[in-house]
């Protein structure tokens, strides 16, 4: 029979895909392999046909029990005499494949690699003629690579042990030209055909968001679009928590982990292969050795620690060409999940080798530019030209200039690395807040006060992108920040508005400390209310809030659905069961107390103790809004930046030459000083007010103020 003979009649299909006829052709003919095909690809025909050929018997070395199960069924159930050996087996069960083997009635056997150098097998190869070493998941003999398996090195010694050298095909879906030449060298592969066969998979839309609210964006999506497809979560728990939302919130959802039992996850796996449910949620436990062509989307809930994996995992999207959607849903707290995973290995350089793999996938997520190209880059194809088919080829980023605060965030790392503490980024953040209890003799301490968190990781995430910071889950400067800190680079950063930000954090934060001491008469008009709803819904009070979440209520006083969310015991699903319920009352008992209380009157005095100098320079609009915060808790008009240079040019601090404000030597005595900055535009310069200045302005304000008063 011919290889196309085999494959219309064993296999069913009437043609080879890229690749195949090539390598079969060449392990046939007796010589070595290595083939690099992407998941989906059909590279166990690439053996197979040649085990069908080739005299004697063909070992197929695998890691994945699941996976040679499946295969061996399929094998069989195509007329092909094949078995497995490995740790499922029962004595009874082993014993009978072994005299099978010995009485050559296999064609094909795949092994478990632990089991190679064992007794049985080398007493097999002197029966038996092995013509054929296929070795699957051939990546997991690099010790460069995430998924390596001491194991592995085992086939070497046992080719070695053989009185005549079989072919050898080693296949994988996945490995960067580093591992590509160590599993080449491992294997000690002769003269061997390389065939890569390309990466890309046009069909696929790759996308990063960053959801504020994961759950959300999930189940937009999933309301958007009525498909079938994998949620992976990167821990046990998160699993169970996203799948028991979406079954509460009526998505036909099923679970998989490897903590369930076997029943359950086969279940949970034909459930999604017999579209019984549209969604699986799973770790990466799922998915190997499962081949369901028509998945619409892989969403990860979490980012992977690698690029190996991500691709792994989302390439199970889409395999009948059709199109598919891959989205990664990044939170940094995602890289502190995958830190602490790799950080309990006990091997140190295991664990500096998967931080730096893990750097390539935050890079991943960070990237503003094509990430397809990003990918293929990564796996050694190399490619100029960006997709059109990608989240940043198609998305409209709006870039924001945040040089200043780069110089901040880089100029605190220095600081702190100079005094040789290399800090996790929680640590080095809280400083630069000033929420940290120590390090507050720092020049650096508290001086993105009032910044949002969450932009400051997005700074430091795209500092560390861009190669100022190195961040091994504790953070040092590179060479290149003084780039920034002492020329004139600028760092740009997309889709991401500091100031409105700003003003939500601050909302957040009035939110977040007690607005109010508690008060006894709300708590029990919540708590009544919490009585109803009880009532209504059959149910004990505290399964609806905890006293402790209506305490939490009162105190912080909330009055809308996202201060609601920082109230402690509010979560997602509560929100949306009561969170109007309870937002009525509080908004109701809001208007009750405005209308009894008035704010105290704003002295000169209290100005001075609230206002918020801080030991950096800001730009005016920044002064101004230190200022207008505190006119806004009196109830006073607001002031703007306008307003301030005005004045400030009034008494001599600026001048206005051919439309360009300057300091003045008046006005460069109390700290205004002038930077050069580069928008789309062109070059401008802009006026930055130090503490001196910024005390000058409040000023101003008092003045202004008190002479209204007065
Ligand atoms: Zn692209």
């Not at 600026?654 to 439309?659: H, K, R, S, Y």
Request: proline residues 4%; charged residues 25%; contains cysteine.
């Amino acid at each position: 029979m011919t290889p196309i003979e085999i494959l219309k009649q064993y296999f069913g299909y009437d043609e080879f895909r890229e690749g195949q006829e090539e390598i079969l052709d060449t392990l046939i003919h007796g010589k070595d392999v290595l083939g690099i095909m992407p998941t989906g690809a059909g590279k166990s025909l690439c053996y197979q046909i040649p085990a069908m050929l080739l005299p004697g018997v063909t070992l197929v070395v695998s890691p994945l029990i699941s996976l040679m199960r499946d295969q061996v069924q399929a094998l069989t159930a195509n007329g092909v005499p094949a078995a497995f050996i490995n740790s499922s087996l029962t004595s009874s069960q082993w014993q009978r494949v072994m005299a099978n083997a010995r009485s050559g009635q296999y064609k094909i056997i795949y092994i478990a690699p632990e089991r190679l150098l064992t007794p049985s097998m080398e007493e097999l190869a002197q029966i038996l003629q092995i013509s054929l070493i296929a070795v699957d998941e051939s990546h997991c003999i690099s010790q460069l690579g995430q998924d390596f398996r001491p194991n592995y090195l085992d086939i070497p010694k046992y080719v070695d042990s053989l009185s005549v050298r079989p072919a050898l095909g080693a296949f994988t879906a996945t490995a960067t030209p580093r591992v590509r030449d160590d599993i080449l060298e491992t294997l000690n592969l002769q003269n061997p055909l390389t065939l890569v066969t390309g990466f890309d998979r046009p069909n696929l839309y790759f996308e990063v968001k960053q959801p504020k609210d994961k759950y959300l964006a999930l189940t937009k999506y999933l309301r958007e679009n009525d498909s079938n497809g994998i949620v992976y979560c990167s821990t046990r728990k998160e699993v169970e928590n996203v799948t028991e939302k979406l079954i509460a919130d009526g998505y036909s959802a099923v679970r998989y982990h490897a903590g369930l039992s076997d029943g359950e996850r086969s279940n949970s796996q034909d459930d999604f292969l017999y579209d019984r449910v549209k969604i699986v949620v799973a770790t990466n436990a799922f998915g190997m050795g499962i081949d369901k062509s028509d998945v619409r989307f892989v969403i990860h809930y979490n980012m992977p620690q690698n690029v190996e994996s991500y691709y792994q995992e989302a390439g199970r999207a889409g395999r009948d060409g059709l199109h598919a959607d891959c989205l990664l849903f990044y939170a940094r707290k995602d890289i502190n999940t995958a830190l602490f995973l790799i950080n309990k290995s006990e091997n140190p350089d295991e664990i500096i080798r998967n931080r730096q793999l893990l750097n390539q996938m935050e890079r991943y997520c960070e990237t503003d530019g094509c990430l397809r190209r990003y990918i293929l880059n990564y796996f050694g194809e190399a490619t100029e030209e960006d997709c059109s088919n990608c989240g940043n080829c198609n998305g409209n980023f709006e870039e924001t200039d945040v040089t200043m605060d780069a110089k901040k965030v880089l100029s605190h790392i220095t600081r702190l690395n100079r005094a040789g503490k290399h800090l996790m980024f929680t640590h080095t953040a809280d400083i630069l807040l000033g929420k940290s209890s120590d390090f507050t003799t720092l020049s650096t301490f508290g001086i993105m006060k009032g910044v949002p968190r969450g932009y400051i990781r997005r700074l430091i995430s795209r500092l560390t992108a861009l190669g100022y910071i190195h961040d091994d889950g504790y953070l040092s400067i590179t060479p290149k920040a003084n780039a920034i800190l002492f020329g004139d680079e600028i760092v740009m950063i997309r889709g991401i508005k500091p100031k409105a930000n700003e003003k939500a954090e601050r909302t957040r934060k009035q939110a977040a400390k007690p607005r109010y001491a508690l008060s006894e008469q709300l708590l029990t008009e919540l708590k009544a209310l919490r009585l109803n709803i009880a009532r209504e819904e059959k149910v004990p009070a505290f399964i609806i809030f905890s006293d402790a979440t209506l305490v939490d209520m009162c105190q912080k006083h909330p009055y809308t659905t996202e201060e609601l969310m920082s109230v402690s015991g509010v979560g997602q699903v509560k929100l949306e069961h009561y969170g109007e319920r309870f937002l009525q009352l509080l908004c109701q008992k809001e208007r009750e107390t405005a209308q009894k209380e008035k704010p105290p009157e704003l002295t000169a005095e209290l100005f001075e103790q609230q206002i918020e100098i801080v030991d950096d320079y800001l730009q005016i609009s920044r002064v101004a809004d230190n200022i207008n915060a505190v006119l806004f808790r009196y109830g006073k008009p607001k002031t703007s930046g306008a307003k301030l240079n005005k004045m400030l040019v009034e008494a001599g601090f600026l001048e206005i030459t051919d439309g360009v404000k300057l300091p003045t030597d008046k006005g460069k005595t109390i700290g205004i000083t002038i930077v050069r900055r580069n928008s789309g535009r062109g070059e401008y310069m802009q006026c930055l007010f130090g503490s001196d200045a910024q005390r000058t302005c409040a000023q101003f304000v008092i003045k202004f103020l008190i002479n209204k008063l007065v």
